[in-house]
């Protein structure tokens, strides 16, 4: 960015604004919280409900089960889902449910996004793939979205190439709106965030061709749910 | 700018010929306005949601240079790069020489409207570049050689037959019209296309300045693509849309999707924060933002200042009356409906455009729904208003007034006159109303029927069945 360049369009923004130059403005405290009644009274037995209720209006299963059961959640999404191959998330949490011994034992060919291979190399793989597996960092109960927290062996083309997303989300990480990701998130702005954050709430859709509702244009089509209890 | 092979009335006429445009404009505003109504009935306190939306982007707007700067300073600590396009062609310039770095053959795009709004296309193609537009209905549109018709819907004129012969010709084979297998279609055509892009461009719902991330709302997982395959990623953006903090972008994105489409979030809502990290191996190795004026700051401090608080949701064109009748070509501009209305003269003058703001029945729907309480229909009265001032009016529509006004202030003139035209128009007159006018009375008559002028006026009505003074008894 040449200095002078921004320099002249700062300072013409001030002129018409028939005032000196502002540096270090911060927003005022806004005296109001429009969304407080979205959620009163729902305790948060609650609030996984109306995430799961919100995600079956948007043709998204949840499937809700102890993490020892997780191999049965991936059982029932394998039947309804035909899959022969994986890509999933380099991330503790999918190593701590052994989804690689699961994923052995359903007899499909699976690779984790492991930042040692060679880029160009997973992405031809991925490109290829009939599933993408991830680990959401929250889940938004009002609008039924996963927030993925991307970066490292947590690779954005996992939940974006594949036809077929899972994404695994503890239910203790579910908070009622977008209001508390943004404080999350803002709790790590000082350590700078990862290049991409994503809330993804659903299938990919597209109603351009004369409102027809219709999935997976360009992103996933199908997406599950596997929630673990606890 | 010169998208418009015709005149405003050239294009209304077209527009009103159109069977295939009337009835799908209606039949989307309606799915379109159902779903806002819906959320807005959900939501409970609409109101409230409305005057802090309002109140942040204004505070946004008042402050906009410290909010670049910070904006601006971020997106370099993440390892972006930034340039500032006071005009269309700058922008352009800046677009055209980072292709020319890279030695870019083909370009993939999200929707985006600034990129409309200075012809990118266009340009980029001049340059060699193969660009390939990849929402759903701007590729539609892109085959088909045509613009935008609905800031949200595209394609919305288009029917499926049409887009099953557009894309068969891609195909070389003949495709049904089913939806899935067109949708499939697009799929695999433009994933090869996404995986070959040497740049993806992509618009900008939302900057945050206090972290440098540029937000991207999408259904179709598109701007995803566009913004995480290709080695460069530019993205483009409007000065003014930008907020401080993502405490006011979760008010600003929730008012968004619920006024667009009636959805609480879109599918996906993407924020990113400058080029991949050492750690990563996917994403673009190269961020570039692009902030546009292009007129934006001869807007502040003026009379419409406040349509800089607009957050592209397309509510003000579903609930538009004239919208409904004449659809999004027929304003010519990149920018249609209501706010297209009062912004394309702002930032293309009169000149061109100044029939626009009288595409507008003022009836306020759109005043009413829209999310950042723009006073869209007090501004397009603005723009009449500085139109006549600054002569953009006939001599006879100048003359007329004047006598209006002689007239008005006249009574005894006043009730010469109206005698005078009730005896003067009974040639014209067939039970009571004027069905073909003369000359200037044309314009009223060629649509609908004018009254005849009464018998008397209403001064003298008034004191003949009160039959007292001018207050009554």
Known sequence: ?230 | MSVQPLEFFGRVDKALMDEQLRKAVPFTQDRLRGGRFQAADELGNVEEWRNLAAQIRMHTIENLDSYLEQLTDNVEKNGGHVHFAPTASDAVAHVLRIAKEKNARSVVKSKSMVSEEIHLNKHLEAEGVRVIESDLGEYIIQLAGETPSHLIAPAIHKTRTQVAELFSGVAGRTLSDATAELCQFAREELRREFLEADIGISGCNFAVAESGSIVLISNEGNARLTTTLPKVHIAIMGMERLVPTWEELDIVVSMLTRSATGQKISVYMTAMSGPRRPEDIDGPEEFHLIILDNGRSDILGTAYQEVLKCIRCGACLNVCPVYRHIGGHAYGGVYSGPIGAVLTPLLEGYEEWKELPYASSLCGACTEVCPVKIPLHDLLIEHRKDEVENGFTSWQEKLAFKGFGYLTSHPFLYDKAVRASHMATGWLSNEGVIETGPGPLAGWTNVRDLPRPAKQSFREWWKNEKGGGPRGS
């Open chain 1, 1 to 230: 960015m040449a200095a002078k360049e921004r320099e002249e369009f700062l300072n013409r923004i001030a002129g018409k604004l028939g005032r000196a130059r502002r540096s270090g403005v911060k927003p005022p405290r806004w005296d109001t919280k429009p969304y407080a009644h979205l959620h009163q009274g729902l305790d948060h037995e609650g609030l996984v409900q109306q995430f799961i209720g919100n995600l079956r209006t948007l043709q998204t299963e949840v499937l809700r089960v102890s993490p020892e059961d997780a191999g049965q959640a991936l059982d029932r999404i394998f039947e309804s889902a035909s899959v022969r191959s994986v890509v999933y998330w380099d991330d503790e949490r999918l190593h701590a449910i052994g989804l690689s011994r699961l994923l052995d034992e359903k007899g499909v060919v699976h690779r984790a996004w492991d930042t040692a291979v060679d880029e160009q190399e997973l992405r031809n793989y991925t490109v290829g793939v009939e599933m993408g597996i991830a680990y959401a960092e929250l889940g938004l109960s009002e609008t039924g979205s996963v927030m993925l927290w991307n970066g490292g062996g947590r690779g954005r083309l996992v939940s974006l190439l594949p036809p077929v997303f899972v994404v695994f989300l503890s239910e203790k990480t579910i908070v009622p709106r977008l209001t508390e990701a943004a404080e999350y998130i803002r709790e790590k702005v000082p350590a700078r965030l990862p290049a991409c954050v994503n809330f993804i709430t659903g299938p990919s859709r597209t109603g351009d061709i004369e409102m027809d509702l219709a999935f997976g244009v360009h992103g996933p089509g199908k997406v599950y749910v596997i929630l673990l209890k606890g």
